[in-house]
């Protein structure tokens, strides 16, 4: 069983910055495809981006060259770094760890961009 925890969400202005971290338990982190989701109000949760055990990005179009996705194996941590944002990309983002069949969710943190 992996424990995911995120932290970093909050208020931000369009246009600011934010950077997303989850921390995940267990000895096997580095195994793990690891992604970020988010869900806004009454739609369905979508990927934003994921990153694979070797490193390989991906990128959901809407955040493309505004978002990057990086890990730390050494910290069990991956990032969200969110620049430009705008009110579109207000959400509870969700971590997520994948490897075969197991799947793992975090409680999610709320980014809201306002002004």
């Known amino acids: 069983q992996v424990q995911l925890v995120e932290s970093g969400g909050g208020l931000v202005q369009p246009g600011g910055s934010l950077k997303l971290s989850c921390a995940a338990s267990?000895?096997?982190?580095?195994?793990?495809?690891m992604g970020w989701y988010r869900q806004a109000p009454g739609k369905q949760r979508e990927l934003v981006a994921v990153?694979?055990?070797?490193?390989?990005?991906n990128y959901a179009d809407s955040v493309k060259a505004r978002f990057t996705i990086s890990r730390t194996n050494a910290k069990n941590t991956v990032y969200l770094q969110m620049n430009n944002l705008k009110p579109e990309d207000t959400a509870v983002y969700y971590c997520?760890?994948?490897?075969?069949?197991?799947?793992?969710w975090g409680q999610g943190t709320q980014v809201t961009v306002s002004s």
């Open positions: 997520n760890a994948n490897y075969v069949r197991a799947d793992y």
């Open positions: 990153i694979t055990s070797g490193g390989i990005t």
């Open positions: 267990g000895s096997s982190f580095r195994l793990y495809r």
